[in-house]
Nanobody, 120 residues
Framework: VQLQAYGGGSVQAGGSLRLSCLAS????????MGWFRQAPGKERQFVAV????????YYADSVKGRFTITRDNAKNTVYLQMNSLKLEDTAVYYC??????????????WGQGTQVTVSS
């Protein structure tokens, strides 16, 4: 499956962005989907994952209550709604797909990343 993430940009702290990730070349509804991020000089970290059915979602503690992951299997797209953005949310955000929901190391299909920059 091929993944293309988009929707990043620059926003002030407290603002919102919605990332999208379009999948192609596979049966999207059979993949669990995740969002990850990598800040400069830091390792890639888990942000949120959603089951293939969309019925279960899991979030990193740092984004709980602020970010929401959703998916539309009819549109082969997974979304990440990011509200109340903080400076520390600045990173390149990647979407990924996996046949296994966890662990995060199971995610073998990756998009190209989209930059999110939060400023004060």
């Amino acid at each position: 499956v091929q993944l293309q993430a988009y929707g990043g940009g620059s926003v002030q702290a407290g603002g919102s962005l919605r990332l999208s990730c379009l999948a192609s070349g596979g049966t999207f509804s059979t993949y669990h989907m995740g969002w990850f991020r990598q800040a400069p000089g830091k390792e890639r970290q888990f942000v949120a994952v959603i089951r293939s059915s969309g019925h279960r979602k899991y979030y990193a503690d740092s984004v709980k209550g602020r970010f929401t992951i959703t998916r539309d299997n009819a549109k082969n797209t997974v979304y990440l709604q990011m509200n109340s953005l903080k400076l520390e949310d600045t990173a390149v955000y990647y979407c990924a797909a996996s046949r296994a929901l966890m662990p995060v190391t199971a995610y073998g299909y990756w998009g190209q990343g989209t930059q999110v920059t939060v400023s004060s």
